[in-house]
């Protein structure tokens, strides 16, 4: 399942951009200078599967500042999302939903370098899985569903020329294929889905993108074979269970364009969606 929610509207975006800025000193760069990707709060993907007390230790530190300057979005996330999902609350043991900033820190502009990067492929091909690193959380409760995981992103700023995500959701992936996709870098990834589809690939079909069956329209601006999923600001896209996706590079970037989302998961729990970072 996959689809849009309304959050945010335009003064409201434009303040979470306010207060994600006021933070500026406890970004953190996640890529090498003069690349600009920085995460604002824990991270489960970038610190728990790495060293998960390391995680536990941003996310005490992190989830008071979060909860302090964004108490009002968190609540209406959970009040949009509850009107799809039912029950959703996001829970101290771990970390809140938080923010990936690709761009600039607040009053500067980005190298030429990082825009050129940028219209690049710049995240792996992956399936979400983060959930693996939480098993002790989950074993306090009695029912726990990690099939049917919940992912979302929430854009408050987009470049000139938008972004968006590309999906495989047709591919049923096993725990095998998991974990070959979550670990191959790009050069992979082409011969990979070849292998996977047995040549046979869908999208190479104009039906494939003419029959009505997707809800989103094929943008050909970026020139890509799989389901493309445009971002708007303000509207949350989510997807459940284990989707193939990618950051969609960005097209034409200027020096000034900046990408800010909220980005979280969340974990059906005893009838109750945990929300986490």
Not at 21 to 49: H, N, Q, S
Not at 55 to 67: C, E, F
Not at 71 to 79: A, F, G, N, P, S
Request: charged share 25%.
């Amino acid at each position: 399942m996959l689809g849009y929610i309304d959050v945010l509207n335009d003064e409201q975006s434009n303040q979470t951009i306010k207060l994600v800025e006021k933070l500026e000193k406890v970004w953190i760069r996640r890529a090498p200078v003069p690349m600009d990707f920085f995460t604002v709060g824990a991270c489960t993907y970038l610190e728990g599967v790495e060293n998960i007390a390391k995680y536990h230790k941003h996310r005490r530190v992190m989830n008071p500042v979060l909860m302090k300057h964004f108490t009002w979005l968190y609540d209406i996330l959970v009040e949009k999302l509850s009107t799809v999902f039912g029950p959703v609350e996001v829970v101290d043991e771990l970390a809140y939903p938080g923010f990936h900033v690709f761009g600039h820190k607040p009053g500067q502009v980005s190298h030429p370098e990082c825009a050129k990067r940028f219209e690049k492929p710049l995240a792996s091909l992956h399936v979400d899985i983060q959930y693996r690193e939480h098993k002790c959380y989950w074993n306090t409760y009695d029912e726990v569903d990690l099939e049917e995981t919940l992912s979302f992103t929430l854009p408050v700023e987009l470049p000139k020329n938008g972004g968006g995500l590309w999906l495989w959701d047709w591919m049923k992936m096993d725990e095998e294929w998991i974990s070959k996709f979550n670990f191959q870098d790009d050069s992979q990834k082409d011969a990979t889905i070849k292998d996977f589809m047995k040549d046979v690939d869908p999208r190479e079909n104009k039906e494939f993108w003419d029959n009505g069956s997707l809800p989103f329209e094929y943008n050909a601006i970026y020139d890509t074979k799989p389901m493309v999923v445009p971002y708007e600001v303000g509207k949350l896209f989510y997807h459940t269970g284990h989707v193939l996706h990618q950051i969609i590079p960005g097209y034409k970037l200027q020096v000034g364009d900046r990408r800010m989302t909220l980005q979280g998961h969340g974990i059906k729990c005893d009838g109750i969606w945990k929300l986490y970072f």
